[in-house]
């Protein structure tokens, strides 16, 4: 009997990028409980065997996935304040977290039954570690830019936070005009008024 192929660590973390992809490709796509790791497996060219050596359940993967979409946005958001220091560069970033939400909605839309599914599988360690501060990374994200708030900083984070709830009123908006331009206007006025 032939012995099976012993993957390197360099083989492994190239077949876990490959999946987080894969994941996010069919979170997006057809969401949590209709992507199946068979499914997954096909598309990434191994077995399901070599998946389970890897992750113990699906939701691992999943789980993984999100958080390093998380890790992802955040960076994203930090360096476009680091790079350019001015209103201008903050609402950029504010455009640039907009648009990461329009494109997966899981990443906002939590109550979902699909999310929920996902969600009720975790540890509460688990779910503890998912859950976005967002508080926190507006406060990174104003300390980074180097700007000065007009006013407290719990109303600027709430006047943003608000902003941002625009995502939900997509459907809405794109009947009658183009929701980003709408966003970036206001996004546009707002940095202006809440920054010094």
């Known amino acids: 009997m032939p012995l099976k192929p012993v993957l390197s660590d360099m083989d492994k973390e190239a077949i876990r990028k490959k999946l987080e992809q894969l994941c996010e490709e069919y979170w997006i796509a057809q969401g949590y409980k209709k992507t199946s790791i068979k499914n997954l497996c096909d598309k990434a060219a191994i077995s399901v ?11 691992n993967l999943f789980f993984e996935t999100i958080e390093n979409i998380q890790r992802r946005l955040i960076k994203k958001v930090l360096d476009t304040n680091k790079k350019k220091q001015t209103k201008e560069g903050f609402a950029e970033s504010i455009k640039e977290l907009f648009r990461e939400y329009d494109k997966k909605p899981f990443l906002y839309n939590v109550n979902t039954p699909d999310f929920q599914s996902f969600i009720t599988k975790l540890s509460d360690e688990m779910i503890n570690k998912i ?11 104003v300390h980074v830019s180097n700007l000065h708030l007009k006013m407290e900083e719990a109303q600027a984070y709430g006047i943003l936070s608000a902003l941002l709830s625009i995502i939900y009123a997509k459907e809405t908006l794109s009947v009658t005009c183009d929701y980003f331009a709408v966003f970036d206007f206001i996004v546009d006025n707002l940095v202006a008024d809440i920054f010094e």
């Open 49 to 59: 065997g070599t998946f389970y050596t890897l992750y113990p359940t699906k939701e």
């Open 131 to 141: 859950k976005f501060n967002s508080f926190d990374c507006f406060r990174q994200a």
